[in-house]
């Protein structure tokens, strides 16, 4: 899996978009993390580059996905003063034939057009002049402002309220940082229950069909989110939630660890999110989905 503020290994997973800006595609974030980590390793350009799309190999051979690594990675060449013309030449070849606007399209209208708008003035700051070549501080470690055992109200940026328990401290990058990770609760809002019923609500579970043969159901795993937790900016949770219950100790709880897209067939799905991510997913179909997978394994 790709833990957001550095990528971790070579199996690179998005896992949500927040907007229309270039490092708003959790996998274009990664890209500009693994430069920047390149870069404060001592790796020159050339090197750096290389590094980047050697974690990147198996995610490149998507068409979609390539879109959003070229175009991160000439950003984060850009933000750093060493555009490399191959790298700028394919980020100016993408935004040319229409970037990744149509796939903005199957969601949001409106949305594609902000995507088309902000790919434009892309375009542009590639062509002008270029910064002076910088090398990154390595940031300070930032600890989780959380414990495992509190619960978390979310409220739903379009609809609805969510409950999720801390069931693990996750390390994450820069070295030395924490953050929590989280599992959602089957609840259906209003009241929270008192902390004997919130260590028995269900622990939300998905089940995806794989695209070449839809008919399959697969068994349901836990869905568990690695959660950056700043505790100030428009990613902080207290914009969207806040702290409900503590010493909710799930053990119940699968090990993030052994998260499914490391191939182990038994682990849970794990993604890396932020508390604003989690906000637009409540009420969505991908959450909705969860919540009956949840149900029918409950229900008698």
């Known amino acids: 899996m790709a833990e957001r503020g550095g990528i971790q290994s070579a199996t690179i997973r998005e896992v949500g978009t927040s907007g229309p800006g270039i490092f708003s595609d959790d996998m274009a974030a990664d890209v500009r993390d693994a430069w ?8 020159s350009t050339q ?10 190999e198996d995610a490149l051979a998507d068409e979609d996905d390539a879109t959003v690594i070229w175009l991160a990675l000439a950003a984060a060449q850009m933000q750093t003063g060493r555009l490399e013309q191959p790298v700028r030449d394919r980020a100016l070849d993408i935004i040319e034939a229409g970037g990744d606007v149509d796939r903005w399209k199957e969601g949001s209208v409106a949305l594609a057009r902000r995507r088309a708008r902000v790919l434009h003035a892309f375009a542009e700051k590639l062509r002008g002049p270029q910064p002076q070549p910088r090398t990154p501080r390595r940031p300070n470690p930032q600890l989780s402002p959380l414990e495992v055992g509190d619960v978390v109200r979310v409220r739903g ?6 409950l999720f328990v801390v069931v693990d401290l996750a390390d994450t990058y820069p070295p030395g940082s924490t953050s929590p990770v989280v599992a959602g609760l089957l609840w259906e809002g209003g009241e929270v229950p008192d902390n004997q019923e ?53 053990a119940d709880a699968a090990d993030y660890r052994q998260d499914v897209s490391l191939g182990l067939p038994d682990g849970p799905d794990v993604g890396s999110n932020s508390w604003l991510f989690m906000a637009r997913w409540i009420g969505e179909s991908w959450h909705q989905r969860c919540i009956d997978v949840t149900r029918r394994m409950v229900e008698p």
């Open 36 to 43: 920047r980590e390149a870069l404060m390793d001592g790796l």
């Open 47 to 56: 090197e750096a580059r290389a590094r980047v799309l050697k974690l990147l």
């Open 157 to 162: 940026e379009r609809t609805g309220e969510a």
């Open 198 to 250: 919130l260590t028995r609500l269900p622990i939300l579970h998905d089940a995806v069909p794989p695209p070449m043969n839809p008919d399959r159901v697969p068994p349901p795993r836990q869905l568990l989110h690695i959660v950056d937790s700043p505790t100030r900016g428009k990613y902080a949770l207290a914009n969207v939630g806040e702290v409900v219950a503590k010493g909710v100790l799930r």
